[in-house]
Every structure is written in C-alpha cells, then in structure tokens.
C-alpha cells in the first residue's frame, strides 16, 4: 500500500485545520463539542478515529482510490481526511443511495470497475500503474476522464463515473471536521441553535472570513 | 380549548422536555392481530397515509399502517449532521434510466414513520386554482376530476394541523396562514433584496414551522437541519403531527414491515389484506378495504408487482396506467457569490418564496411556470453543487473555502406529465425476491425551457441583490404522479375519492394520484387529498355506501 489509510499521520488529523485552512483564523468546530447533543457527537466525533483497515477495496484498488482522491480534493500533504477508508465503510456496509443508471453497474462494482480502468489507462499511456504515476500525469489521466463528458470512458459513461467519483469523494471529506474548518461552517448546532440571523451576524463561536475578498468566482486563477 | 386540539391533538399529546416521544402513548398502542379483519390497513405511513389514519382512527375504525421502516425516535435516531442522515432515506436497489434520469434516493424519498416529510424542507404552498383544468385552459397537462374549491376547506384544515407560518399569500386563491412569518437568515435577507429591487414579490414562508409553541412541540432553534430531521420537533411531519392522535384514538402504527403484495379474493375481485415481511418472516394482515399509500415509485411498484389471475399486467393496470404519468419538478438551484457573508446554512432553508412566474404567461414560448425559493445547501450539498461546475482538485477547494459568501436559490419547475415517463419492474430482485423498481424519465421541450427561464430569473435577482458571480446546476426534486385520478377507467386509476377504478375495496391516498403538480412542493396537497378521502369514506360508511365496509362512524 503507498497510502495505508490505516496506519502512520494520514490517521492523525483531528483537531485543528486542514493545510489551506487559513480563511477563518483559529475556527476549530470541534472545540464545540460540549454543545453537541450525544447522539450527534458520538456520528461526527467517530470521524476523527484511526480509520479502519479496507473491507471493500483490495489493497491495489485502496492505492488507486488514495491517489485519485488525493487528486482530486488536492490532499497533498498529511495530516488527510481519510477520504478512501470512508468511502470504503459506505461500500462495505452498502450505504450507498441505491439507485443505479442502467447503463452502470451498482455503486460497489462500478467503483471497482473505475479504479482498475484508471490503472488500464496509466499503463498504456505512461507504462505505469496510476499510483505509480507523478502527480501532473494522475492529473492528466484524471482530466482526460472529465473531459470526455457525456462520451463513454472505455465501456463506461465517462460522466457518470466522473459523478460517482465526486459524489462519493465530496460527501466523505465534507463530512469532516476538518474540512467544516477550512469552510468556516460551525457543524453541528442541536440543541443550541442559532440566535445571530441575517447577513454579517455572528455566533460568539463563528469567526469572520480573514480574506472576504478572495473570491475564487472573480479572479479566475483558481 | 384550541379549536385544532378539538380533532386533532397531536402537538399536545407529544411530552414536553428532552424527550420527543410520547413512550407511554407508544407502549399502550393498540396491536391487531394478523387474523383480525380490521376495517382498513394502511401502506406507508407518511403524508397521506398517517393523514388517512388519523382521520379514520377518529371515526373509530379498526385501522392500521405498516410502514417499510423504522418508527423514529428524533432524539436517539437523528443526528444533526448531513453524512450521518442518510438512513432517513429509501436506498433500497432501483434502475434509473430515459433520457434524463432522475437520480433517487436522498432527495426524494423516505422511509420510516412519517415519509419523506421527515426530510423535507417545510414548504407547504397550496396548488393554484389554475392546477386543476391546465388540459382545457393552457392545451397541457391533465384536468383533474376535481378542482381547487373541493380541496380549499382540507388545505386550510391541514395548515392548522401542522401548523403553517407565513405571510399573507397573494398568489393562486390569496390566503393567510395561521402563524406569521419567522424571521429570515442571511440567504432570505438576500433574495429580498434581488427581488425588491427587480419590483418581483417574494413573500416569506409558506413553512410548516410553528412559530412559537405548538402544543408540547417547542419552538424553532434555526439551527438549518430540517433536511436532516428535525429534532427538535419543531418543523412538521406526519410522526409528530397526525401519528399521536392517531395513536390515542385506537390506531395502529406497524413499523419496519415491507409490503410485498395485496391479496385479492379472485372470484369477487376485492382485496382482502397484504402480505408483508417482518424481521424475515413472511406475514398477512386480512382487512376489508386495503389503502396503498407508498409514494409515486413503490405505490406502482406495489400494484404491478401484486398481479393475479384476475389482474394479469398487474392490480388496477387494465388500461396500462399504472406507473405511467410519473413527474419530478425541474429544481434548478442558482447561487450567487457577494462579499458579505450570507452564511445560508443558518435559519431554516426554507425562508422566502415567489410564484410571480408560476402561472402561464402569454407571451411566454411555453406554458404553465415556475416558482422560486431560498434554498440553502450544507456543505456536502453544496460541494456537489461547486463540484457540478466542473472544479475539481485545488481549483474545487478554493470555492469551497469560499462557503459563506455564497447564497442560493431553487425553482420548481412545472413539469408536464408524459405517459412513457413511467415505473416499470426490473428484471433485478431485491433482498425480499421482489423485482426493483425501474424509472425512466425523459423532458420535454416545454420542461427544458422552463429551467432555462427559471434560471434567468434567479440570476437576475442574485445580480440584482449584488452579486457578482452566479453558478446553477440542474436538478429535480419531488415526486408525483404514477397512479393517477381521472373521470374513468380509461383515463386513470383512482376515481375523485381516490377509491380505484378496479377493485371497489381499494383505495390509493398518496402523491401517486395527482395528475399534474404545479410549481408548488406537494405535501400539502397531499395531505389534503387524503383527508378528504378519509372524509369521503367515513360519510360512505355512515350512509351505508361502504363498499364492503361495515363499520359505522
């Protein structure tokens, strides 16, 4: 395993930002805790744990998920949000939403089906495997994905695995405290709620964005 | 003593304090046994079939609702968190396919005790007069069996049941609302603005948010997870605000029981009861009449895959009507990016709405509209919207980062009901043998145009409010349709009572039975309909019309 999701720093991010968190200054969400009703607390604290070692993926497709996730939530430093081992819980308890397009397999095989096609693709154009690659040639494998659109990706809808991808990547690392830190959003708020309504207002525990002008909409240099 | 507790207690059988159960009213509920013949049992236990139950354990009917899932306890089962909601939705195995499918699960769907009015946001608008006639009066659509006047006195009942807040409604048959309107968040304050500057009216409300105490339930805390439950029990839904009563006047609630098949006496063509499964087992619930109430994809599930020998294509389908006419509104989300912080994940999501452009406009290329509401994404929500852009990697986390600053805005789009945008059964089986549901859905060119119309408004108003960036992505939200009312058995499968055209002991009390949908988010008006069903049922039955019912009122 280059990434083992179970082991070394990957697991220890917990308390405190992620790299690039720097728009809400010293804003920890889980320093909130104590305001959390049990029930919640104990669902949104468990993310912080040691992930688990994979149930679902085979240690090849758990690299290849590593890499590609990396990638594409720009994870490129430790600590991470344990982004593959979340998804691989979903897999492996079939959390998934069910429904599946008819012109894919269910989420599971589909997910399988993706990452060895991602290999496929790296060898033949770099001789290498996907995690194997430097990271602007994972980019460039990924980008080709993306850029297909609505076209197939070999046997696949090239834009529906692009939609699982992102799908199943954003809900694992916008689940996590981590991630609520970087974006300035306080997490859970039962039993206290909210008092401070309306633009501009402020809970005594939000903090102001430090850099409200940087607005990745205008300048274009995203 | 407060006229709504007079027929239906609800908010005041609930118990005060932490605890958002009543455990004495749960533990002491009636248990039928399976060899009973009760009066009526019930499939799905969320907005028309909890309203159907409520009304017929009133009228003192032996009465009971399975429900495919759990009976929620909000303290101990819910979370106030987005990822750790997603048991709250029906994520059974389903195909989706059409032109453009219509992705299931989290959205549009429920599952438990209360339906997917557990998850909704809490917009309760009312249908337009307009709804009931678009056939003969805009040449699109269907003309109902009945119109708005037989529905005015349920939708103003149930307003108070749940109860609504807003302000005055000026649109459709201009209304009040039992509660005023609650304060606004930042994303409302915005769409104000747009709105005002544009001279477009926009209105606060319609939610089904008590504003202050309701009975036991406490008051709003705008803590911005109605999507995820609420626990606090201060938005609607059918388990806090038809169940109890229901419960304290002799009904019975049968969780986690999955329906597999209505039984029909094949001589007489009547149904007799359901099959169901519970914890494994194989079980059947005998009833004189039998209410399907599972919602647009598992009500026409239920019904083809209940087919007998009398019913060959499956219960009530002689005409090939049953999973036909399925319709999903068009619900663009628009977001607009000012420098102020919005912070749209505080209040409620459901703040502020305009149907200015619900109605059809002359000198529009299309017919019927749209309406507009603030919708305000949590974060997962919201990174499929940034991700829906294409932005991914380094570029995707940037405008995350840039959460706060973002506010945004849906429609519902009206879009029409179509025959081959249908339910069918898959040769797939789920985990009880059953074949799956499958769901095509393809647009038409009137259903296209309206999302790009709504879009535009959106954009104007955000623009106009200040912003200086907007982005939208394409989506659908809600579901109707799927076994609809018509004047006979050739254009419909229940009649205005929602009895079916088929077996006379059958009834269907849930949004499958709408045969358009408005631009208006449908559990009210399902509501509504299934107590006027109830209604129409209990008269028959006290003037002996029971059609094989045989219990007095």
Same mark, same amino acid.
């Given at each position: ?9 990957? !697991? /220890? &991010? ?5 790299? @690039? ?12 805790? *104590? ?53 691989? !819980? /979903? &897999? ?5 939403? @069910? ?12 997910? *399988? ?110 | ?553």
């Amino acid at each position: 395993m280059t990434a083992a999701a179970g082991s070394g720093p990957r !697991s /220890r &991010l917990g308390r405190g930002g992620l790299p @690039g968190g720097t728009r809400f200054p010293g804003f920890d969400v889980t320093t909130q805790a *104590r305001h959390w009703d049990p029930v919640t607390a104990g669902v949104v604290l468990d993310r912080l744990r040691s992930p688990e070692p994979p149930r679902f993926f085979t240690a090849r497709e758990e690299a290849i998920a590593d890499a590609l996730f990396d990638q594409l939530l720009a994870q490129r430093e430790d600590p991470r949000v344990p982004v593959t081992a979340m998804v691989d !819980s /979903r &897999l492996a308890e079939q959390r998934t939403d @069910g429904w599946r397009y008819a012109d894919m397999p269910e989420d599971g095989q589909a997910w *399988r089906e993706s990452l060895r096609l991602l290999d496929h693709d790296a060898a033949q154009r770099y001789g290498r495997g996907f995690c194997e690659c430097p990271e602007d040639q994972q980019r460039e494998l990924i980008q080709h994905v993306q850029d297909l659109g609505s076209d197939d990706w070999h046997h696949l809808p090239a834009g529906r695995v692009w939609s699982l991808w992102t799908r199943y990547g954003c809900t694992a690392f916008y689940s996590h405290p981590a991630a609520w830190n970087e974006i300035g959003f306080p997490g859970p708020a039962y039993p206290r709620g909210y008092k401070a309504l309306g633009i501009g207002s402020l809970e005594s525990f939000e903090v102001h964005d430090s850099r409200p002008q940087d607005d990745p909409a205008a300048d274009g240099q995203a | 003593m407060n006229a709504v507790r007079r027929r239906n207690a609800s908010a005041w059988l609930l118990t005060d304090g932490g605890r958002r159960v009543n455990p004495r009213l749960r533990a002491g509920m009636r248990r039928f046994s399976d060899t009973d013949e009760i009066d009526l049992v019930i499939v799905g236990c969320g907005a028309g079939g909890s309203t159907l139950l409520q009304r017929t354990a009133r009228a003192g009917w032996r009465v009971a609702a399975l429900d495919a899932g759990p009976f929620w306890d909000p303290e101990a089962d819910w979370v106030s968190d987005e990822a750790g909601s997603h048991h709250l939705y029906w994520t059974d195995p389903r195909v989706i396919t059409g032109d453009d499918p219509v992705p299931l699960g989290s959205n549009n769907s429920g599952r438990g005790v209360g339906g997917s009015m557990i998850h909704y946001a809490g917009y309760t608008p009312r249908f337009h007069p307009s709804d009931f006639h678009t056939r003969s009066a805009d040449g699109v659509g269907a003309d109902w069996p009945i119109e708005y006047a037989d529905l005015r006195d349920y939708y103003r009942a149930i307003e108070q049941e749940l109860p609504v807040a807003g302000q005055h409604w000026p649109w459709g048959d201009p209304h009040g609302y039992p509660h005023s309107p609650h304060p606004v968040g930042g994303n409302g304050e915005v769409f104000l603005r747009g709105a005002t500057r544009l001279g477009i009216t926009a209105r606060v409300g319609p939610v089904a948010i008590a504003n202050g105490r309701f009975g036991s339930r406490p008051h709003c805390i705008y803590r911005g997870f109605c999507l995820q439950g609420c626990k606090v029990n201060a938005k609607a839904s059918p388990l806090i605000t038809h169940v109890p009563d229901a419960l304290q006047h002799g009904a019975e609630v049968r969780a986690d029981c999955m329906v597999t098949g209505i039984e029909i006496d094949e001589r007489s063509g009547r149904a007799t009861g359901v099959r169901y499964v519970h914890r494994g087992r194989e079980r059947l619930q005998r009833a004189r009449m039998v209410a399907v109430a599972g919602y647009s994809i598992e009500t026409p599930r239920l019904l083809l895959n209940s087919a007998c020998r009398r019913f060959p294509d499956g219960l009530c389908n002689e005409f090939d009507l049953v999973g036909r006419y399925v319709m999903v509104q068009g619900a663009p989300q628009t977001a607009g990016r000012f420098d102020e912080e919005v912070r749209m994940y505080k209040a409620p999501p459901p703040e502020v709405s305009s149907e200015q452009f619900y109605e059809t406009d002359p000198a529009k290329p299309y017919r019927r509209g749209f309406s507009i509401q603030t919708v305000s994404p949590l974060p997962i929500t919201w990174a499929e919207h940034v991700a829906a852009q294409g932005h991914w990697g380094t570029d995707l986390r940037r405008y995350m980062s840039d959460y706060v600053h973002w506010c945004c805005l849906g429609a519902l789009c009206e879009f029409l009901p179509l025959p081959d945008n249908r339910v069918t059964l898959a040769e797939e089986k789920d985990h009880f043998g059953m074949p799956v549901a499958q769901f095509s859905y393809s647009q038409c060119d009137n259903d296209r145009a309206l999302m790009r119309a709504a879009q535009g408004v959106m954009e104007e108003i955000l623009k106009a409010a200040g912003a200086d960036e907007v982005m939208t992505i394409g989506r659908y939200a809600h579901l109707v349709g799927g076994a609809r009312m018509g004047t006979g058995p050739s254009d419909g499968v229940v009649d205005s009572s929602c009895r079916t055209f088929a077996v006379p002991n059958l009834l269907i009390t849930d949004g499958s039975v709408l045969p358009t949908q408005g631009s208006a988010n449908p559990a009210l008006t399902i509501m509504a309909i299934a107590a006027r069903a109830a209604d129409l049922l209990i008269a028959g039955a006290r003037s002996g019309n029971s059609q094989g019912v045989g219990v007095a009122g």
